[in-house]
């Protein structure tokens, strides 16, 4: 037997559950499947468990998307202040750090039960552990979805079924699968917001440094440019500004590093030399960066030497160093740790207002799995909220 609902939303994650609740409240009977033991599994490990749900300052230039212009409705339509009053209304504490980032005070299971709440209330049935065999098309009637054994049937069928990003939790290329079956466009993907590795050689230099973090600037090839903390791991580069960066890198490309950011180099190195000519460049660079990057960064000869011996072009050689660290990166870590997947369904095929698909009557898709990704910071569930509402008001 056939079980009837209004709207069918495959994904019970951030941009599923919100869809869910809106589309609720409007009176609509909706069925959430997943097939996942958990909902919203991401969630729950965002943010260092804490969960960064949004940012105080949402704006399109913290997105990237090939049509820069799609995202302007829904965010504009939904605004971090809308989710934050809804995180309020729900007792749930939160605070602010860097960047107007928000993080919820105990943790990230908080806002999981609120969206939770909010789809009870609404009425809304979640189907987990609910593996999806096949979806079809019936004329008029919308589409039917075989999952877990049962038929169900929906006007409405809504795909939020995520990117790439970490497997173990349940990834899965489903979302780019239905876009194709029902012949949309799919953009490439790529790992995006994740770590970068070294190349062999690299690694024999830099892997000691392991553990160390200082305030970095960080440029792209393309010019865009973040500046955040830089951590050394073991296996290459990480901290905030490189996951930033990483949404605007391709292979091959160099990326330049401000060690020194906001600061003059070449003053800082003339200022210690008319005070302390015999001071070695090991101890003046020692006083701005952790010595062991101060040793993998320059040559122990250079290093031993008083700032007096060393001459201007080679002082100006130094500074420029510090302030432009060239460096061609191996790779990523890929998906296996990356936050977010760049690319996806293209947005030229899905209205910008309602999600809905041009081509295809009644078929959304929301969040993740659209080619929508957002900086680090709180912005990537904006998304999942913000499109998650705009297709739940029209589904
Ligand atoms: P999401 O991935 O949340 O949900 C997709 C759902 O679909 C899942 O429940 C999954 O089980 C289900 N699904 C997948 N395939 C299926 C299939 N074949 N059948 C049935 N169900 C299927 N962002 C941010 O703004 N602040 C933060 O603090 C963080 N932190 C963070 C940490 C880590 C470690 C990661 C990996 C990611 C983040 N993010 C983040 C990014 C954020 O988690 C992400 O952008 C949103 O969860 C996307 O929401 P969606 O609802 O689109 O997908």
């Known amino acids: 037997m056939t079980q009837q609902f209004d709207v069918i939303i495959i994904g019970a994650g951030a941009a599923g559950l919100m869809c869910a609740a809106t589309a609720g409240y409007r009176g609509r009977s909706v069925l959430v499947l997943d097939n996942a033991k958990k909902?919203?599994?991401?969630?729950?490990?965002?943010?260092?468990?804490?969960?960064?749900?949004?940012?105080?300052?949402?704006?399109?230039?913290?997105?990237?998307?090939?049509?820069?212009?799609?995202?302007?409705?829904a965010l504009a339509r939904y605004p971090s202040s809308d989710f934050i009053e809804l995180v309020e209304r729900h007792g749930i504490s939160y605070h602010q750090r860097d960047h107007g980032q928000l993080f919820c005070d105990d943790s990230a299971k908080d806002i999981v039960d609120m969206l939770l709440t909010e789809c009870d209330w609404a009425g809304v049935s979640i189907q987990l552990r609910s593996e999806i065999h096949t979806i079809s098309q019936n004329g008029e009637q919308g589409f039917i979805v075989q999952a877990g054994g049962h038929s169900y049937q929906a006007e409405s069928l809504v795909i939020a079924t995520g990117g790439l990003s970490m497997p173990k939790l349940g990834a899965t290329p489903f979302g780019y699968q239905v876009a194709e079956q029902f012949g949309l466009k799919v953009l490439p993907t790529r790992a995006g917001l994740v770590p970068f590795t070294w190349h062999s050689e690299q690694k024999q230099r830099f892997e000691a440094l392991s553990g160390i973090?200082?305030?970095?600037?960080?440029?792209?090839?393309?010019?865009?440019?973040?500046s955040e903390a830089l951590l050394f791991t073991h296996r290459g580069l990480s901290g905030p500004a490189?996951?930033?960066?990483?949404?605007?890198?391709?292979?091959?490309?160099?990326?330049?590093?401000?060690l020194l950011p906001k600061q003059d180099a070449l003053a800082l190195l003339e200022q210690v030399l008319q005070q302390h000519p015999k001071q070695s460049l090991k101890n003046t660079l020692g006083q701005w960066l952790p010595k062991r990057l101060v040793e993998a960064l320059f040559e122990e000869n250079q290093l031993s030497k008083a700032l007096n011996q060393l001459g201007h072009g080679e002082r100006e050689q130094i500074a420029a160093k510090l302030k432009g660290w060239q460096l061609v990166m191996n790779g990523t870590e890929g998906y296996r740790t990356a936050e977010v997947t760049l690319g996806g369904v293209d947005t030229n095929e899905l209205s910008s207002k309602t999600m809905q698909s041009n081509k295809v009557k009644g078929l959304y898709f929301i969040g993740e799995?659209?080619?929508?990704?957002?900086?680090?910071g709180g912005f990537n569930f904006q998304w999942a909220w913000a499109s998650g509402v705009a297709c739940g008001q029209d589904c």
Not at 43 to 61: A, W
Not at 220 to 225: D, F, I, R, V, Y
Not at 246 to 255: K, R, T, V
Request: charged residues 10%.
């Open 213 to 226: 973090a200082v305030p970095s600037c960080i440029t792209a090839a393309n010019g865009k440019q973040f």
């Open 369 to 376: 799995v659209m080619d929508v990704s957002g900086w680090l």
């Open 39 to 73: 909902a919203g599994r991401k969630i729950l490990i965002s943010g260092g468990g804490r969960c960064n749900f949004t940012n105080t300052q949402v704006g399109p230039e913290n997105y990237l998307c090939s049509n820069p212009h799609f995202v302007k409705s």
């Open 242 to 258: 490189i996951l930033q960066i990483s949404n605007y890198w391709l292979p091959g490309e160099a990326i330049s590093i401000d």
